[in-house]
């Protein structure tokens, strides 16, 4: 019923660049563009360069113009979240267009919570009650789809009618060597749970860096950035136990730049494996999640 009631809805879903570059948030307007989505209305919202915020505890807080550390994503969504708030009644979905596990995806949870308890409670219209709001960042989209494209079961034995889950894993090719840790750390919290430490995920080949932060990604030579990916990449598959299938983009900073991440998969498998593998870009995968969840009501 929520699926067809929302059939010939316009949505409206906002790409929030956490940091301050609106060379970066620029660059995801083609992107998101040529997804075709004729109801769905994308805006975007850049973190102010020259409004510092003032916490609870008395610290002011300023724009960042590269986040390119798990500190800094955290000092970022202190600083967006209060020009954020107002807007989130407004949309249907909001999208955390930043590679980490950025706390704006929780905060902006809760408020969604807050509205949807208002309106629950009946201090809202008919149609405002039954409105949802979603958001996501695009690591969260990222793993999650790549975990779709890579996971299957099979039959072992048909006589026996015994299963085999593949072995296929996925792994993250990001910017700034500090990411390694924190992205790794990231994605082990992300699927079994935050009070688990240590172990291996077999699913998860694991993350490689270009060394290059997001801004020097366009500020250093093309054919700099193009080597470093490529050897980012390969690195990533050949120390891998089992074949790499999927690998993410792990920065917004590197969308556009999936050629050179196919060559690292070809140079490392050959022409025909390194085709198969899939590139997922967090922000088509984000956007994609987010319509999806709108047209769906889940």
């Given amino acids: 019923m929520a699926a067809s009631s929302s059939s010939n809805r316009q949505f409206s879903i906002l790409i929030i660049n956490p940091n301050t570059s609106t060379h970066m948030t620029d660059a995801l307007k083609p992107i998101l563009d040529n997804l075709n989505y004729a109801d769905v209305r994308f805006d975007y919202f850049t973190?102010?360069?020259?409004?510092?915020?003032?916490?609870?505890?008395?610290?002011?807080?300023?724009?960042?113009?590269?986040?390119?550390?798990?500190?800094?994503?955290?000092?970022?969504?202190?600083?967006?979240?209060?020009?954020?708030e107002p807007?989130?009644?407004?949309?249907d979905g909001l999208l955390v267009a930043c590679y980490s596990a950025h706390p704006l995806v929780g905060m902006l949870k809760r408020e969604i919570e807050k509205l949807e308890g208002v309106a629950a409670s009946g201090g809202s219209s008919a149609a405002a009650r039954t409105r949802r709001r979603y958001v996501t960042g695009i690591f969260e989209a990222s793993v999650t789809t790549s975990l779709s494209l890579i996971s299957s079961f099979d039959l072992l034995d048909d006589s026996k009618l015994s299963k085999v889950q593949a072995t296929d894993t996925f792994g993250i090719?990001?910017?700034?060597t500090v990411w390694k840790g924190e992205l790794s750390t990231a994605v082990t919290k992300m699927l079994v749970g935050p009070g688990e430490q240590g172990g291996r995920i077999e699913r998860f080949a694991g993350v490689e860096t270009t060394g290059l932060t997001a801004i020097e990604l366009h500020s250093t030579p093309p054919a700099t950035v193009r080597r470093r990916i490529i050897e980012a990449t390969e690195r990533l598959i050949k120390g891998a136990s089992h074949?790499?299938?999927?690998?993410?983009?792990?920065c917004a900073g590197m969308v556009g730049m999936e050629e050179a991440v196919r060559e690292g998969c070809i140079q490392a498998y050959g022409e025909q494996q390194g085709n198969s593998v899939r590139i997922v870009d967090g922000v088509v995968a984000g956007a994609g999640m987010l319509v999806a969840a709108c047209k769906s009501g889940f």
């Fill in 173 to 176: 090719v990001s910017t700034g």
């Fill in 47 to 84: 973190a102010p360069s020259t409004e510092p915020v003032t916490v609870s505890d008395g610290r002011v807080v300023h724009g960042l113009s590269s986040i390119d550390s798990a500190e800094d994503s955290a000092r970022s969504a202190l600083h967006c979240r209060p020009f954020l």
């Fill in 87 to 91: 807007l989130i009644s407004k949309y």
């Fill in 243 to 250: 074949p790499v299938s999927a690998i993410c983009m792990g």
